[in-house]
């Protein structure tokens, strides 16, 4: 398989169960698919698209009425890299710019154009795929630090089973869940350490600890000095 087959595919309603050397990119044109991997639970929608890595065994099922855009991708256009970072597969939103991709696409095959066209295609667009690197239960962290979260939360985010998510996270992002909240916590701790007049109190209690004594310790346990002796630094 030297090139991507691109071509529209119809899905039976009964379950079937299989793997394949190459990566697979589904785009939705109606109907509905239900995949399910050895980490991920998920059903694809009109509103979503999902890429599957190499060698990664996969359960199916569809809608009686279904239809999508499957792309048949050669292990050797996508990097080892990117594919380490979506273990069971991974969900992106089918957003206007997936749309006129798609548009592209099935200008193609309709066309009846060669593969290189579709290969070309491709190299624009997995930049999209490789950039948009950020996992959904990061972002939520990222906008909800300050909040209390669990990992059952953050598991049912990436429709991975809880037993799994701490090791897929602690992979990715060098960290475990835990360690990566707390870095967090402490770089806004450091902002407005610098930027306001708020109290230590305050401050612990604004990036989501109770009391000071809870952001002293785990401040000194990263940046080796209090806050307060950090805020008299600067």
Known sequence: M????????IYVD????????????????????????NYKELMLDDEHLFLLPPDCEHTFKADKRNEFLVLDIPHHMVTKHDME??????????????KA?????????????????????FHYFY???????????????????????DLETLARIEHYNINYYS????????VSPKEYIQKLRVEKAKELLINSDFTILHIA??????????????????????????RRRI
């Open 205 to 230: 209690q604004m990036v989501g600890y109770r009391h000071n004594s809870s952001l002293t310790r785990i401040f000194k346990e990263l940046e080796k000095i209090t806050p307060a002796e950090f």
């Open 2 to 9: 030297n090139g991507i087959n691109c071509e529209r595919r």
């Open 85 to 98: 970072k979506i273990l069971g597969g991974a969900k992106f939103l089918f957003d206007d710019k997936w």
């Open 127 to 149: 930049q999209m795929i490789a950039n948009d690197n950020t996992a959904d239960s990061v972002k939520y962290i990222n906008e909800n630090f300050a909040e209390e979260i």
């Open 14 to 37: 009964k379950f079937n169960t299989h793997s394949h050397s190459f990566a697979q990119l589904i785009l939705p044109l109606y109907g509905m698919l239900y995949i399910e991997t």
């Open 167 to 174: 090791e897929w996270f602690k992979k990715t992002m060098k």
């Open 101 to 121: 991709i798609r548009f592209l696409l099935l200008n193609e095959i309709d066309g009846k154009k060669g593969s290189s066209s579709i290969n070309s295609l």
